[in-house]
C-alpha cells in the first residue's frame, strides 16, 4: 500500500501534486493500492472545504486511490498505542511547563549547544507521576542506537539517539503529534513505500523509533523528493502564484501539462512531452534528481502549448467555451501567440463580440458590414475577398483594416485566409 497524505490547510501546493503523482505512478508499477489520508487532527488550522477541494483536483488529474480516510478517525488507536509505549516504559509522562523548557532552551543557545531535552520527567517514579495534578505531554523515549534511513532518492542516512532525541508524541490536549499520528496510521494502513517532500526527512528516523517502539518491524522504503525553488532560486512559498495547482488551473494550464511538467522536473525521461500513462511505462524514482529542482513558468508554458496541440479540435473547443470542431481548429490557429486557455479564450472573444468601429475606418467597415451580411456562401477566402471588393469597390488598407476589424475584432492577428475557413460559417454572428 502506498499512500498520500494531504493537510486541508490551504491551496494544494505544486510540490505536494508532484507528490501525489509520483505515488499514483508507483502505485501502477508495483500493482499496490494508493491510499489517501487527510491529516486533519490540527483542528486549528484546517480550513472548511479545503478536503473536498484537494480530492476534486486528485479526480482532475487522474489519480486513482482505494480508499480515503480522515486522519481523525484514527484517534482512538493514537491513543491506545501512547498508552501501549507508557504501560511498556518506551514513553513517559512529562509534566515541563513550556516556560521551563524555554529557559533551557536559551541556556544552551547561550552555550551555543544544540537544546536537547534533559529527561528530568523520565526519572520520576511511578507514584511522582500518577500523583501529579498538573498538565502533561508523554514524550517517546529517546532511542539507545542509531537510526539508519535507506532513501531511494536521497541515499543513506544515519541519525544518532542525539539527534532524535526524547520528542513529543501526544499533547497535553490528548491528541497526537503528527510524527506520532503519520508513524500510527503508517502502520494501520500496512504501508510499504512512503514518497514525500524532502521537509520530512528529519520526521523520518522519529518515525521509524516510534514504530520500532512499538514492536512494529515491516519495513518500509522511503523516497524524499527536492524541493521545488522559484524562478529567483529560492524555495517557492504560498506567496508564489505559481506554487498553488489552483492557480495554474485558473490561468488555463492544462491538468496533462500540469503533470507532465512536474513530473520532468529534475528528472531523466526518455521525450520531453508525454502523459501519465505513457510515464508509468518508464518513470523511474532512482532517476530523479537529488538537487532541488527549479520552476521555469517558460517551461510550463511551453509543455502547455505542446499539450494543446495534441487535443482533438472539439475538445479544444469545449475548453475555450465552444462545442464545435471548427472553433477548436480556429483555437489552433492562435495558439501561434498563446500559450493557455485563458489566453486562448482571450483571443477568441474579440472574433465573437459585438463590432462598434468608429474612426478612420468606420465608414469601410459599415459597407463591408453590409456586403457580408447580404454576400452568398463562399468555400474559398479569395472568392470571398473577391466578391467584397467588387461589391463595396473597396482595395488596400481601406478594404484589409476595416475587414480585419470586423472578423477579428483587432487590427493584428493571424492572416485572414488561414482563419476564414474556419469563420466562414459564422460570418453572420461575427459581424453583428
Given at each position: ?63 486513482e486511490?482505494?480508499?480515503l ?16 509505549l ?22 544552551a ?16 517514579s ?58 500510527v ?22 518515525q521509524m523509533?516510534?514504530?520500532?517502539a ?20 529560492r ?35 526518455p ?7 505513457e510515464?508509468?511505462e ?36 469545449r ?23 485563458k ?20 465608414e ?34 481601406l478594404?484589409?483594416?476595416?475587414l ?29
Amino acid at each position: 500500500m502506498l499512500r498520500f497524505a494531504p493537510s486541508p490547510t490551504g491551496d494544494m501546493h505544486i510540490g505536494n501534486l508532484r507528490v501525489a503523482l509520483f505515488n499514483h505512478i508507483l502505485s501502477k508499477q508495483r500493482q499496490e493500492p494508493l491510499l489517501i489520508r487527510i491529516e486533519d487532527t490540527d483542528k486549528e488550522r484546517n480550513i472548511p472545504g479545503k478536503d473536498q477541494e484537494i480530492i476534486g483536483i486528485l479526480q482532475l488529474f487522474g489519480i486513482e486511490y482505494s480508499d480515503l480516510i480522515y486522519q481523525s478517525n484514527n484517534l482512538k488507536f493514537h491513543r491506545a498505542m501512547a498508552l501501549q509505549l507508557l504501560q511498556n516504559k518506551k514513553a513517559f509522562n512529562c509534566f515541563c511547563t513550556s516556560e521551563t523548557l524555554d529557559l533551557k532552551r536559551e541556556a544552551a543557545i547561550a552555550a551555543k549547544l544544540p537544546y536537547r531535552y534533559d529527561g528530568i520527567c523520565e526519572a520520576l517514579s511511578d507514584a511522582e507521576t500518577i500523583d501529579n495534578p498538573n498538565p502533561f505531554v508523554v514524550r517517546l523515549k529517546k532511542p539507545d542506537h542509531a537510526i539508519e534511513v535507506d532513501d531511494i532518492i536521497k541515499g543513506h542516512s544515519r541519525f544518532e539517539p542525539d539527534d532524535i532525541d526524547s520528542f513529543i508524541i501526544m499533547r497535553a490536549d490528548k491528541y497526537p503529534t503528527y510524527n506520532f499520528a503519520c508513524a500510527v496510521d503508517d502502520m494501520l494502513g500496512d504501508i510499504s513505500l512512503v514518497i514525500r517532500g524532502e521537509d520530512h526527512v528529519s520526521n523520518t528516523p522519529k518515525q521509524m523509533a516510534i514504530r520500532e517502539a512499538l514492536g512494529y518491524d515491516k519495513k518500509i522504503e522511503y523516497a524524499h523528493l527536492p524541493i521545488i525553488l522559484g524562478e529567483e532560486g529560492r524555495k517557492m512559498s504560498k506567496r508564489d502564484n505559481a506554487s498553488s495547482v489552483k492557480w495554474m488551473l485558473e490561468e488555463g494550464f492544462l491538468p496533462q501539462a500540469i503533470a507532465n511538467y512536474l513530473i520532468l522536473m529534475g528528472n531523466k525521461t526518455p521525450t520531453e512531452i508525454f502523459t501519465v500513462p505513457e510515464a508509468i511505462e518508464w518513470f523511474r524514482l532512482d532517476h530523479v534528481s537529488k538537487a532541488p529542482a527549479r520552476f521555469d513558468l517558460d517551461k510550463l508554458r511551453f509543455i502547455n502549448k505542446a499539450h494543446l496541440r495534441m487535443l482533438e479540435h472539439k475538445e479544444l473547443s469545449r475548453y475555450v467555451g465552444f462545442a464545435d470542431e471548427e472553433i477548436g481548429a480556429l483555437a489552433k490557429i492562435y495558439l501561434d501567440e498563446a500559450s493557455t486557455l485563458k489566453e486562448l479564450r482571450e483571443k477568441l472573444a474579440p472574433v465573437f463580440a459585438p463590432k462598434q468601429i468608429e474612426g478612420e475606418f468606420a465608414e469601410q467597415a459599415a459597407l463591408l458590414r453590409r456586403a457580408i451580411l447580404e454576400a452568398p456562401y463562399f468555400e474559398t477566402f479569395d472568392a470571398f475577398k473577391g466578391h467584397l471588393m467588387q461589391t463595396t469597390q473597396l482595395k488596400g488598407k481601406l478594404f484589409f483594416k476595416p475587414l480585419r476589424l470586423l472578423l477579428c475584432g483587432g487590427e493584428h492577428g493571424p492572416e485572414l485566409s488561414d482563419l476564414y475557413p474556419h469563420l466562414k460559417n459564422y460570418l453572420g454572428e461575427i459581424v453583428r
